[in-house]
């Protein structure tokens, strides 16, 4: 009896025991959803900064391809327009060209005229004029040549400048393009983290589940055994119970017999004392 007394408090301590670890592991796994729900928001931060910067960054990059194209565009407009001036000047070189030849012929015809008139003195007079305007035409053409070259020659430093400028440009575009690609992978790498987290904090979390399905596997056991022990133990009483009537019984046999033991010893005394009296009556 002493025995399952203490089967069952032994049982009663394991289950309070269980219980306990239960309660441990209720409450860790509810901080542990705590930690999947802000692991959770902080993907859900890292994914809208994702999207975010991949919008910052293709809207960059359609800058950036817009601002290459215009540069292009600027740029081939602008030797477009270097061409159409190298053409103009070409042709206005061309008519002057011509002008001069026409006005070469009309000396050399009027030279030829005066020739032909035989007026040496006119002639001289003639080649020389000649000369002297042929001189200052070309001193005139050699300033004005000098002058043009030097106005190109200005022009290319200026699109060479802005072409510099340009390049300088594109440059840090590129730049900001590839801090902003540096800064995408950062974030990559942040969600993965998040999500190896994650990751983790599940297989936390089915490790808790597991051990609490053990735990109720076991408190189920326990409980089992609890009433298994109930049941001994109200087996146990009744036996008691049973054992104790026995006795009783049996007690109030013996003293149902003692006391028919002492009627039957009575009824002998008196027998004997009968016969004793029958013997003096017969000896006296």
């Known amino acids: ?11 009663h301590a394991e289950l309070a025991l ?6 441990v592991l209720r409450q860790a796994n509810l901080v542990r959803d705590q930690e999947n729900d802000l692991l959770s928001q902080k993907i859900d931060l890292l994914e809208a900064g994702k999207r975010s910067a991949q919008r910052n ?4 990059i359609s800058k950036l391809r817009v601002m290459e ?5 600027s740029i081939l407009k602008k030797k477009l327009e270097v061409k159409e001036t190298e ?26 005229k005066a020739l032909q008139s035989g007026n040496p003195h006119e002639m001289a007079e003639g080649l020389a004029t000649e000369l002297l305007r042929a001189r200052q035409e070309l001193l005139k053409k050699h300033v004005e040549s000098t002058e043009k070259l030097m106005t190109e020659f200005r022009q290319i430093l200026k699109m060479e400048k802005e072409n510099e400028q340009l390049m300088q440009e594109r440059d840090a575009s590129r730049k900001r393009e590839q801090i902003m690609k540096k800064q995408l992978d950062e974030m990559k790498a942040k969600l993965e983290m998040a999500q190896d987290k994650i990751t983790e904090a ?3 979390a089915m490790k808790m ?8 596997a076991r408190i189920k056991d326990l ?59 017969l000896f006296s």
Do not use: H
């Open 1 to 11: 009896m002493s025995s399952s007394i203490e089967l069952i408090e032994q049982l």
């Open 69 to 73: 194209i215009t540069q292009e565009n």
């Open 223 to 281: 409980r089992a055994r609890e009433r298994k022990a109930l049941e001994e133990k109200e087996w146990i009483a009744e036996d008691l119970k049973d054992t104790k009537g026995r006795t009783m019984r049996m007690q109030k046999e013996m003293e149902d017999r003692k006391k028919e033991e002492e009627r039957q010893m009575e009824k002998l005394r008196n027998r004997l004392e009968e016969i004793e009296m029958s013997c003096n009556c």
């Open 87 to 112: 053409m103009a000047v070409m042709e206005d070189r061309f008519k002057e060209m011509a002008a001069a030849l026409e006005e070469e012929k009309e000396r050399v015809l009027s030279l030829e």
């Open 18 to 23: 269980a219980k306990t670890e239960v309660k």
């Open 57 to 60: 960054l293709s809207c960059e």
């Open 202 to 204: 599940e297989n936390t």
């Open 209 to 216: 589940i597991n051990l609490i399905r053990v735990s109720a």
